[in-house]
């Protein structure tokens, strides 16, 4: 099969899913100060040098304007023990998805990072690409915070349901 025209949604879903990923929570603040985030497992490092990242957000998500418009963003990336923030920030609706969510400090006016996590990549917005039905956000990084803990695993998500290493 080669024509998109053949590909149903569902097709192309599932083909998507077999490829493993990563979880991540995507953060940021708006003007306001309000904290947004949302499970975002479409990160992919783009670069090296200048080093830049990109997750791709639908245009429908709640957090789309403030996410968007954000002059930065944090790429959370969970480890296997954070299953539960990987659903709060995607199933919980209507409620501050932050509320009992340990923090750890930041620099002035970065977004909100998650405590606990493998890594946390800070980003300035560097681009806005669209992308169909989704919005590619390009990062350029600007602060990297990296677990000290060698032996924390990842959490990963392979066709629909959450995965571990197995090493
Ligand atoms: C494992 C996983 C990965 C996800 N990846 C993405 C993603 O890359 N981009 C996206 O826009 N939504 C993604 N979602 C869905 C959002 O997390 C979910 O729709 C969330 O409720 C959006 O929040 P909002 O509407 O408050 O912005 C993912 C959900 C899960 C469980």
Redesign the pocket.
């Known amino acids: 099969m080669t024509g998109t025209e053949t590909i149903s949604s569902a097709a192309f879903r599932f083909a998507c899913g077999r490829f493993a990923?990563g979880?991540t929570v995507v953060t940021a603040q708006d003007g306001t100060g309000q904290r947004?985030g949302?499970?975002?497992?479409?990160?992919s490092s783009v670069s090296l040098d200048p080093p830049l990242v990109l997750?791709?957000?639908?245009l429908?998500?709640?957090?789309?304007a403030a996410?968007t418009t954000a002059d930065q963003f944090a790429i959370n990336v969970l480890s296997a023990e954070q299953q539960p923030i990987?659903?709060r920030?995607?199933?919980?609706?209507d409620e501050d998805?932050f509320k009992g969510i340990p923090l750890i400090a930041g620099e002035v006016g970065e977004p909100p990072l998650l405590e606990g996590c493998l890594c946390t990549i800070i980003c300035d917005r560097e681009n806005t690409v669209p992308g169909g039905d989704?919005t590619i956000m390009i990062g350029r990084v600007r602060r990297i915070v990296v677990t000290e803990d060698k032996a924390a695993q990842p959490l990963l998500?392979y066709a629909g349901c959450?995965a571990g290493l197995k090493v």
Do not use: C, E, P, Q
């Open positions: 990923t979880v947004w949302l499970t975002v497992n479409s990160f997750f791709s957000i639908d429908g998500a709640n957090s789309y996410i990987s659903d920030f995607s199933f919980v609706k998805r989704h998500y959450y």
